[in-house]
T-cell receptor, first 116, second 112 residues
Framework: GAVVSQHPSWVICKSGTSVKIECRSL??????MFWYRQFPKQSLMLMAT?????????EQGVEKDKFLINHASLTLSTLTVTSAHPEDSSFYIC????????????FGSGTRLTVV | QKEVEQNSGPLSVPEGAIASLNCTYS??????FFWYRQYSGKSPELIMS??SNGDKEDGRFTAQLNKASQYVSLLIRDSQPSDSATYLC????????????WGLGTSLAVNP
């Protein structure tokens, strides 16, 4: 149980276009979703925390107008990379916090974004 | 600034040996500690969580937590080539939406 389905698993887009990444909780309600970015051979970098029904909280240095996060329901959170550039190429991972469970984080399978 | 220090490695051990991975963390109020394994191109998967001082064993894995010394370790017994991956430690505390604080990860190579 506690599965987060993340799509797409990989995407290639042209510079200047926007890309939407979806994370759906399949068998639980995801009150809080964390969005990470990971560059090769580096650790996970938290971009933002979203809570259902409220605005996302962005980490310092992350442009909220570039990385749009929507968490309109308890089962769906989306990250849209707007006007993507090659430097946005990275591995994006969502993670849901499982309330009431001490082991409480489950991860999506990740999205490999390549901007050409 | 709440942080985790972790030796990036690479750590290389022969098959069948014990691999020892360590992290130190910066804050005595930290509550929950996690070890994740990440294969290249994949998202992290939970290996072990630990909350109390002492050892916690699960199969070939043992997590050790020492809150007074602010370190947490992971031992992998009878290491297998399939254990070759990056191991990430993380911790969190009550408050701040329970964001995970991540170490940089230790690359482990188990040689046949």
């Amino acid at each position: 149980g506690a599965v987060v389905s993340q799509h797409p698993s990989w995407v290639i887009c042209k510079s200047g276009t926007s890309v939407k990444i979806e994370c759906r909780s399949l068998d639980f309600q995801a009150t809080t979703m964390f969005w990470y970015r990971q560059f090769p051979k580096q650790s996970l970098m938290l971009m933002a925390t979203s809570n259902e029904g409220s605005k996302a909280t962005y980490e310092q240095g992350v442009e909220k107008d570039k990385f749009l996060i929507n968490h309109a329901s308890l089962t769906l959170s989306t990250l849209t990379v707007t006007s993507a550039h090659p430097e946005d190429s990275s591995f994006y991972i969502c993670s849901a916090r499982l309330t009431g469970r001490v082991d409480g984080y489950t991860f999506g399978s990740g999205t490999r974004l390549t901007v050409v | 600034q709440k942080e985790v220090e972790q030796n990036s490695g690479p750590l290389s051990v022969p098959e069948g040996a014990i691999a020892s991975l360590n992290c130190t963390y910066s804050d005595r109020v930290s509550q929950s500690f996690f070890w994740y394994r990440q294969y290249s191109g994949k998202s992290p998967e939970l290996i072990m969580s630990i909350y109390s001082n002492g050892d916690k064993e699960d199969g070939r894995f043992t997590a050790q937590l020492n809150k007074a010394s602010q370190y947490v370790s992971l031992l992998i017994r009878d290491s297998q080539p399939s254990d070759s991956a990056t191991y990430l430690c993380a911790w969190t505390w009550a408050g701040n939406n329970r964001k995970l604080i991540w170490g940089l990860g230790t690359s482990l190579a188990v040689n046949p």
